[in-house]
């Protein structure tokens, strides 16, 4: 969601333009001082989703980007005036979610998996706050896997100070700077929940290529119906890093972390560049540096960046089964399903007891509708490593496949399903109840997955239950 700072914002902004003034030719860039003049006009209306066919109707009112031609940030002026209800009002109102599908629960699932995935083996050492974390569905499932992790948003925490969170190893900020009308306040926030010897990382699209006074603002990523009103070069991210005495660091055009010094927790996940004397690592550091590039964007949905990283993890160390693995997840998801399968069958012949391995191979058997070896090897998986609940809810919906009912039931319960997440699962938990004549427990399974979705199978099914129990309560009073 939005990420505002509720305490300090609107008063700083306030003081910086007088609600009266009419728009200008050009305002204050907040980055680096310099004038910023009109660059291009969209509707309001322009969203994040127009790329995959879904047009809104035009609004009719017009926003105006500004762009500083010293620094590239690029912004629109006009939502430094807005209040906080304007927001709530205008963009984050129950209709947001039809042009953001995946702030829900796509983004914080993976956002969450990519952070096990870098920092899993360190949870001990790591103190984590997902600032702007919406609902917090991100910490909430790393707290799940032992994690200490707290989340904050301004929308939903607002009788939170954020200066009374303390401070922080590690604070995520994934899709909020794009969000914020004073990026200044949101870079100075950062780093006072960030402890001095702590690592802020943050994604945002950087505009680099994407907005020239040469061309119209037609970049998808300029969306004020999504309140994408704060677009960011490269030079304008740095600019805010080493004004507050940090490093930054761009894993691509999307993922950026900011430092003084790099934490030891997390020098993996940050290269040594090819031309620097400290780079003198072994051939494992360097596979699993760039294992930990892929696994980055893996987590952001660059599959094909992914693929190559872990290609080159591996043509460093042939034998190295754990990037094997993650080639055949990233391969997959590209959609090349016989390479993934080949690739994960590889990986446990190089290390059978690798359960991760076992793990991903059920889900491609899964998809691949081979639903009886798919079992198998999440059984498999789940011999060599019993406390991971996603092995388990995977397994129940392979056993349901194959109506395996009572089996499905069991599995289902020791993954210990969230109320909050998977409405696949409780839809397939209810089915499997229900095949098994427990009523009242399938009742319940439906009606979550009922408050995700409603489906004409969910309805029909809470209905057939309904009936169920209606006839047998008219028949005890017979």
Not at 357 to 381: I, K, M, V
Request: net charge negative; proline share 4%.
């Amino acid at each position: 969601m939005i990420n505002l700072n509720p305490l300090r914002f609107f008063r700083r902004i306030r003081q910086l333009v007088k609600e009266e003034v009419r728009r200008s030719e050009f305002e204050t860039c907040l980055v680096c001082g310099s004038r910023a003049t009109f660059l291009d006009a969209v509707d309001f209306n322009k969203s994040c989703e127009e790329p995959r066919g879904k047009l809104l109707e035009p609004s009719g009112k017009s926003i105006q980007y500004h762009l500083c031609d010293t620094c590239g940030f690029c912004f629109a002026p006009e939502f430094r005036r807005w209040s906080f209800d304007d927001f709530e009002r205008l963009i984050y109102n129950k209709d947001y979610e039809s042009i953001d599908p995946d702030y829900k629960f796509i983004r914080p699932n993976a956002n969450a998996h990519f952070l096990a995935q870098q920092f899993g083996k360190h949870i001990n050492k790591i103190r984590h706050l997902d600032f702007g974390g919406g609902s917090g569905l991100l910490s909430k499932t790393l707290c799940h896997s032992g994690w200490t992790s707290n989340s904050y948003d301004p929308f939903v925490d607002r009788g939170k100070n954020p200066e009374e969170l303390g401070s922080y190893d590690l604070v995520t900020a994934f899709e909020v700077c794009e969000h914020v009308p004073d990026p200044v306040d949101l870079f100075d926030t950062l780093k006072k929940l960030c402890k001095p010897n702590g690592l802020i990382l943050f994604s945002t699209l950087l505009s680099d290529g994407e907005i020239a006074r040469s061309k119209r603002l037609a970049w998808w990523y300029a969306s004020p119906r999504n309140g994408h009103i704060s677009l960011y070069s490269q030079k304008s991210l740095k600019l805010l890093a080493s004004q507050r005495g940090l490093n930054l660091v761009s894993f691509n055009a999307n993922l950026h972390a900011a430092f003084s010094s790099v934490p030891e927790w997390a020098d993996q996940l940050i290269r040594v560049p090819d031309d620097s004397p400290q780079n003198n690592l072994s051939a494992e550091m360097k596979a699993e540096a760039a294992k930990n590039r892929g696994n980055a964007l893996l987590g952001l949905a660059d599959f094909s960046g992914a693929v190559a990283c872990f290609q080159e993890a591996l043509s460093i160390l042939p034998s190295y089964a754990e990037a094997k693995v993650n080639l055949g997840v990233a391969l997959r998801l590209s959609g090349r399903l016989q390479e993934s399968k080949e690739n994960l069958q590889d990986a446990i012949a190089l290390k059978p007891a690798l359960w991760q391995g076992h793990f991903q191979l059920g889900n491609l058997l899964h998809e691949l509708g081979q639903y009886q070896p798919a079992a198998d090897s999440y059984h498999q998986s789940i011999e060599l490593h019993n406390s991971n609940p996603e092995s388990y809810w995977r397994l129940g919906l392979s056993l349901v496949m194959l109506e395996k009912w009572t089996e499905a039931i069991q599995a289902f319960d020791c993954a210990n399903v969230p109320d909050h997440d998977l409405p696949d699962v409780h839809s397939a938990f209810g089915l499997a109840l229900l095949k098994t004549s427990q009523f009242e427990a399938a009742l319940r399974h439906l009606h979550i997955a009922l408050g995700f979705s409603e489906t004409a199978n969910l309805h029909f099914l809470i209905g057939t239950i309904q009936e169920e129990l209606s006839r047998r309560s008219a028949s005890l009073k017979k």
